[in-house]
């Protein structure tokens, strides 16, 4: 795909199936987003691969476990949603930002260097013919799902990519006018 093309056209698409990247077409999503733009070279992500039945269920017991901590009365409907989330898609890449203290590279920069990175797999799916989205919500701000992960209370979720192919024919998203964002002055 024309690299043009694709910056012009990349779009989310929320309705995703399998099959997932392969490890080789992962290999190559997983260099694009370390392609991404790091002042001082600090390397401040982490991303954590969740791939397959069992590994998707796990997840979802994760999710469980930091929705029931935050909210001990979840109702039974809300559990079982927690639960089902992961399989949105057969693929989900938690993106993380690990900041690291620099007297030259705020945590604002940091955590854009790791939006950069999803933004590298976002682009690294679809040239391969494959799409993703990337969701937040509640548990991307959640301190006992980041606990669960291993992550420090300092650190953040910047969100979680759902990657798989698309269960509908990709189209050119909308074109926004850009003399409605940029100024000359």
């Known amino acids: 795909m024309d690299a043009i093309e694709l910056l012009l056209n990349r779009g989310s698409f929320g309705k995703l199936e399998e099959p997932a990247p392969s490890n080789e077409e992962l290999q190559i ?16 992500w982490k991303f954590f691969v969740y791939q397959g039945n069992d590994s998707l269920k796990q997840l979802g017991e994760l999710f ?11 109702p039974q409907a809300k559990q079982e949603k927690a639960l089902a989330m992961p399989f ?13 203290e620099h007297e030259k590279v705020p945590k604002i920069e940091q955590a854009i260097s790791c939006g950069c990175a999803v933004h590298g797999m976002l682009f690294a799916l679809q040239a391969q013919g494959f799409a993703g989205y990337w969701r937040t919500g509640d ?14 209370p300092s650190d953040e979720i910047v969100g979680f990519l759902y990657a798989g192919t698309p269960k509908v024919s990709i189209t050119k998203p909308d074109q926004v006018v850009p003399e409605d964002y940029f100024f000359k002055s």
Do not use: T, W
Request: aromatic letters at 6%; charged letters at 25%.
């Open 29 to 44: 999503i997983q260099r694009a987003a370390l392609r991404a733009p790091d002042h001082k070279g600090l390397r401040p």
């Open 64 to 74: 469980l476990q930091a929705k029931l901590k935050s909210e001990p009365d979840l």
């Open 88 to 100: 949105r898609a057969p693929m989900i890449i938690i993106a993380c930002v690990e900041y690291q």
């Open 139 to 152: 548990l991307a701000f959640n301190p006992f799902l980041k606990e669960l992960l291993g992550l420090k």
